[in-house]
């Protein structure tokens, strides 16, 4: 059964659209983390951790090929470093790193958050900026060959629910929800 997966880093939108795929019945998980695999069954998408790791990206792309939508959130790394740093999500970074399971049942994934960012657990703007950047050209190296919509926030919703076959007829005024402005969750 084909799934969506939004493959963009924390902080970029997931949040939003997570909101936006519920309000068109396209029943979505945001942060998953360790349970997406019991909860693969009961959702149609699933938006953050784990889904921007490149590892689970190309293990869902190995198991399933050519079978899934993916959505990639375009946003200004500027924008973002921002949005990082007022939701304090760097300081919590490196409490991630130390405090979270990396193979068993936590909340958050130690795993996704040290392949993307490294295990140090350490935040300077530098590193962040470059890990934003060597992300995309990962997805776009991983999913070349697969079905996958590149995002501007904010603009063309009826293109991205034309793109996943949502009847946007039914949705004609439908706008892109913001959600999680200011904080982590």
């Not at 659209?17 to 945001?30: D, E, M, Q, Y």
Request: glycine letters at 4%; hydrophobic letters at 35%.
């Amino acid at each position: 059964m084909t799934k969506i997966f939004v493959v963009s880093l924390p902080r970029t939108g997931t949040s939003s659209i997570a909101t936006l795929f519920n309000n068109v019945a396209i029943k979505c998980k945001h942060v998953p983390s360790n349970y997406y695999n019991h909860l693969k069954d009961e959702y149609d998408a699933f938006a953050d951790t784990p889904c921007f790791d490149p590892n689970f990206i190309a293990e869902v792309c190995y198991n399933e090929p050519n079978t899934h939508k993916f959505i990639y959130i375009c946003r200004p790394v500027y924008d973002w470093m921002n949005s990082i740093e007022k939701s304090n999500l760097h300081i919590y970074y490196k409490d991630m790193v130390d405090n979270c399971v990396l193979n068993g049942e936590s909340f958050m994934d130690k795993k996704t958050w040290g392949n993307v960012f490294g295990y140090d657990g350490i935040y300077s703007k530098t590193k962040f900026r470059n890990k934003f950047f060597e992300h995309r050209k990962n997805i776009d190296n991983l999913l070349r060959n697969e079905k996958i919509f590149y995002y501007n926030i904010g603009t063309d919703v009826q293109g991205l629910l034309t793109f996943l076959n949502v009847n946007v007829s039914l949705y004609p005024n439908i706008k892109f929800p913001h959600e999680n402005k200011a904080t982590l969750f």
